[in-house]
């Protein structure tokens, strides 16, 4: 088989001039089919498409360490990463990772700024009530 390199219509092997476009193809002899090729790289390009960080041990972590209500909403989009990512939706995976990236980070932030305050209040509560235990036996 023969296959035009204009328009890649198949024609005997005999045939000087394509059946199908008319162009002269016994001068170039055989060409590969090009319809197949854009194919190939469309399925090779789907394979590469890695799926987005779904932040689910962050999300965890943020749950268990301070803030649940963050922390759960960054393990709902953590999971919609892997839903969407395995339903073809890459646009949405990436959105859902962001979105469980955000609310991880805000957890940790708030977590960071809970931590900081309560060890304040401990060091300047402990503090003040030894000025109150010095206060009282110097006189
Ligand atoms: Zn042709």
Same mark, same amino acid.
Request: glycine share 8%; charged share 10%; proline share 4%.
């Given at each position: 088989?023969?296959?035009?390199?204009?328009?890649? &219509?198949?024609?005997? *092997?005999?045939? @000087?001039?394509?059946?199908?476009?008319?162009?002269? %193809?016994?001068?170039?002899?055989?060409?590969?089919?090009?319809? &197949? $090729?854009?194919?190939?790289? =469309?399925? &090779?390009? *789907?394979?590469?498409?890695?799926?987005?960080?779904?932040?689910?041990?962050? @999300?965890? #972590?943020?749950?268990?360490?301070?803030?649940?209500? #963050?922390? %759960? /909403?960054? /393990? /709902?989009? !953590?999971?919609?990463? =892997? $839903?969407?990512?395995?339903?073809?939706?890459? @646009?949405?995976? =990436? @959105?859902? !990772?962001?979105?469980?990236?955000?609310?991880?980070?805000?957890?940790?932030?708030?977590?960071?700024?809970?931590?900081?305050?309560?060890? &304040? #209040? +401990?060091? +300047?509560?402990? #503090?003040?009530?030894?000025?109150? +235990?010095? *206060?009282?036996?110097?006189?």
């Amino acid at each position: 088989m023969k296959y035009c390199y204009h328009c890649g &219509a198949e024609n005997m *092997d005999t045939a @000087s001039f394509c059946a199908s476009c008319g162009t002269n %193809i016994i001068s170039t002899g055989y060409a590969p089919p090009q319809v &197949a $090729t854009p194919i190939q790289e =469309e399925k &090779a390009k *789907d394979e590469k498409l890695a799926m987005p960080e779904t932040y689910l041990w962050q @999300s965890v #972590l943020v749950t268990i360490l301070c803030c649940m209500p #963050l922390g %759960i /909403i960054a /393990i /709902i989009n !953590s999971a919609q990463v =892997e $839903t969407r990512y395995y339903a073809g939706n890459y @646009s949405g995976a =990436e @959105s859902a !990772s962001r979105n469980a990236r955000n609310f991880a980070i805000a957890g940790l932030i708030t977590g960071a700024v809970i931590s900081i305050l309560y060890i &304040a #209040l +401990f060091f +300047f509560g402990a #503090l003040g009530s030894l000025n109150i +235990f010095n *206060d009282y036996y110097q006189y």
